[in-house]
């Protein structure tokens, strides 16, 4: 499709970062995950799992805009299957946000973790549906989408190791009897 066929090299480098991404999620995790502390599994759901699943996105919105659909309809619909599902995970993570009693969000974890991934998949959902009708302007809606799930998962993967390494190290300076 040649409206696409502009947009390779970006998808090409968002693609890549979010796959290396992904990886290199689960080498740290593994990494933390040898730490003596106690498990917080209601915290993993609400603040890791979504930036593997943002990644995740980045990664597929980019795999797809390379499939060579006949028409913008196909990729289209899944665009928008794409955000609508991200919108309702989105939801469903804010509450399990406000549910877990592990660590109380700042104001900039409602931000990384809920509001702008909801803007960046009801962006991909509307994009999807502009698409149909205005081809340029919606493929730029998916790349936006695409970029902020991108970024939005880098700075809450850096987030999550700094507060691993700073905030909940153990207390190694209790004496041993």
């Known amino acids: ?91 469903i993570v804010g509450r399990r946000m406000r549910s877990q009693t592990v660590y109380q969000p700042e104001f900039e974890d409602w931000l990384f973790h809920l509001l702008l991934p909801l803007g960046a998949y009801a962006t991909l959902a509307i994009s999807a549906f502009a698409a149909s009708l205005q081809t340029r302007e919606g493929l730029f809606g998916v790349g936006a989408a695409s970029l902020v799930l991108l970024f939005v998962g880098i700075h809450n993967a850096w987030d999550a190791v700094s507060y691993h390494v700073f905030a909940s190290k153990p207390d190694t300076n209790t004496e041993q009897r």
């Open 1 to 91: 499709m040649r409206e696409l066929a502009a947009w390779d090299s970006f998808y090409v480098i968002v693609g890549s970062a979010a796959g290396a991404l992904i990886g290199l999620q689960f080498v740290v995790m593994t990494l933390v995950a040898q730490r003596p502390l106690t498990p917080a599994p209601e915290a993993g759901a609400a603040f890791a799992t979504p930036t593997v699943i943002h990644f995740g996105s980045a990664l597929l919105l980019s795999a797809l805009s390379r499939v060579p659909f006949r028409s913008i309809a196909s990729a289209s619909g899944l665009w928008g299957l794409i955000g609508v599902s991200g919108l309702l995970y989105t939801l």
